[in-house]
């Protein structure tokens, strides 16, 4: 089905089917259980885990097909972020012009970055994109402050101009409010609400938004890693040298496969101010770069969902970790004696909350120890389990029958 | 007039004379072995034939065309295919993989952004694949992973590489070093074999005169960067210049 063997339509129809029903499948506990702490089904975190997402495949596409360890993604994702915000300004609040544009602005942006960076590889092509980002990073912070908005950040206002006010059914300044981004009249912070007995689902409208264009994104970027370039890009990673003297240009492949990945970031970036019409600089710092480093290395380089997987996972932590405090702490170890009760508050304390960034960084250690493929390579092993149970089992019964 | 014409061609690292004034003429349709000894050179040479070095003056051309001065690969899409002492095969994929590449390369170019249709979809080139595979008498380990073939099989899988192209010149860099007698003698047949049934000239570099007699219908021989004869295997075995190249570092 759409030109994917079945397999890998196996995996798109996954999924399709979890991204659908991820405001169930993320609200496991009911709505007034203790554990709804756990909860990750509001359109805010599913938004990001989706955005996020796209930014992670996007990376993986050139990390992982090419082995190039790019540590200025960041750049673009601002970049796009920037030009949603000018097209939402300029054009109309209807998303969709600032969705595309942001992808193109980061795809001329990284053929820019890529041209020069390119030049060359390993160790140096990383610090070149790093300093290419951080260099964007300072310029949008400092002297672009007439286009980036400086520290405050770019946000939509009063006063903008919107040539097109009801072009797509985009509205102008409404009611004396800043018109929220929407779709042809659909707003994207619009939900809709459904209490089932204890639990509460929010379907949100820029969730299945954001929903529909990373399956777009994830069917692409199968198409790609299943096509001829995509074997080209796995003997970029595998033999440089011998892919030249094969005949082939690897410059090209590069820049192309750079490009793609950037504007991936772009859309990313687009989509974000999409949801939430601000773009600020520090989208763009390392640290940033660094996170979809960190999402798809845990997920699991070189796969397709691994990124996916790893993106949801971090932004998991930061969203509902950081959250938990010792007050909660507290009221969870209620049942314990008073002394044993500090004593596992303080215990825990160091983890959670702020200390979010050190059970993920512990994470992140045990999954790069002890699975390298990341946590693609888990479910591997989990599932190779069950098959050689399964195996066991049966040629189990054919001796006790051949008995 | 050779295929390959090499004129004049030094080359020098610091204060070292790699190459010195190499002349070395390549007809077409002919096995031509360039033997010497350790250090004489000959990696220099065929390292300036593909593109990976630059000569310091002189000229490379083939058949008529100026090689110098362009990338490998605009010189692999000349017609130049090389296989190396070690063994460059991309180790992460699988055996198929390793020879549709090159396949590619033939049909398509240096640069085809073929990013939307699948690799399985391209039944011509996967046929051209298995053929050579079956040729070469590899077929039944297509899908396994390159980095975990014997040695050996990865310096056959190298040649199914280059052979899959339809070169018109095959540059061998010690094909059959460190490979046990029999390898050697399979290794042997199987580029008689090639240039018997394909139009492919060959240029190797040997150490092993069993093999370079076996195969060369030229031979020249290269002593401290130079070319101290070029003449057939019948006159090469007794020739006193070239004992005493090789006597002579013997002794040393």
Known sequence: ?403 | MGILEVKGVNKRFGGLQALGDVNLSVAENSVHAIIGPNGAGKSTLLNCLVGMLIPDSGSVTFQGESVLGRNPHEINQMGISRVFQTPEIFGDLSVIENVMIPCFAKRDGAFELNAWGAVRGQADIRDTAEQILIDVNMQDKRHINAASLSRGDKRRLEMAMCLVQQPKLLLLDEPTAGMARADTNNTIDLLKEIHDSRDITMAIIEHDMHVVFSLAERITVLAQGSPLVEETPENIKGHPKVREAYLGEAQV
């Open chain 1, 1 to 403: 089905m759409f030109g994917l063997d079945k397999k890998d339509t196996g995996l798109l129809l996954i999924v399709a089917a979890l991204v659908a029903f991820a405001p169930i499948l993320l609200n496991p506990f009911p709505e007034n259980s203790a554990l709804a702490q756990f909860n990750a089904g509001y359109p805010d975190l599913m938004q990001r885990f989706v955005i996020f997402g796209i930014f992670a495949i996007g990376f993986n596409i050139l990390f992982g097909l090419t082995g190039y360890l790019s540590f200025g993604h960041a750049a673009f994702l601002g970049v796009g972020s920037y030009a949603g915000v000018w097209m939402l300004k300029l054009l109309t609040i209807n998303v969709i012009p600032a969705i595309i544009m942001s992808t193109l602005v980061a795809g001329l942006f990284s053929i820019l970055i890529g041209y020069i960076s390119l030049r060359r590889s390993g160790i140096y092509f990383s610090i070149l994109t790093l300093a290419f980002a951080q260099m964007s990073f300072a310029l949008a912070a400092s002297v672009l402050t007439p286009i980036t908005g400086g520290e405050t950040g770019l946000q939509t206002g009063l006063n903008d101009p919107r040539i097109f006010p009801e072009f797509l059914g985009g509205g102008a300044t409404s009611g004396g409010n800043i018109p929220a981004p929407e779709l042809f009249g659909l707003e994207m912070r619009a939900s809709y609400e459904l209490s089932v007995g204890g639990w509460l689902w929010t379907f949100n409208a820029g969730y299945y938004v954001c929903a529909i264009i990373m399956l777009v994104a994830f069917y692409v970027a199968i198409r790609i890693f299943r096509s001829p370039f995509g074997m080209m890009l796995r003997a970029v990673k595998s033999n440089q040298r011998r892919l030249n003297y094969t005949g082939l240009n690897t410059k090209p492949y590069m820049l192309a496969c750079f490009v793609i990945s950037g504007m991936y970031a772009g859309l990313a970036g687009g989509l974000m101010v999409s949801m939430d019409p601000l773009a600020g600089a520090e989208r763009m710092q390392w640290t940033a770069s660094g996170e979809v480093v960190l999402m798809t290395i845990l997920g699991g380089v070189g796969t397709l969902i691994g990124p996916v997987l790893g993106a949801g996972m971090i932004k998991y932590f930061e969203n509902i970790f950081s959250k938990i405090n010792d007050n909660l702490l507290h009221q969870w170890f209620a049942f314990m004696p008073d002394g044993l009760e500090d004593f596992m508050v303080a215990v825990i304390h160091p983890f959670i909350g702020k200390g979010w960034h050190l059970t993920l960084g512990l994470l992140f250690m045990l999954v790069v120890i002890f699975l390298p493929g990341g946590l693609v390579e888990g479910g591997q092993r989990i599932g190779g389990l069950f098959k050689r149970k399964k195996k066991n089992t049966t040629t189990d019964t054919q001796s006790t029958a051949a008995n």
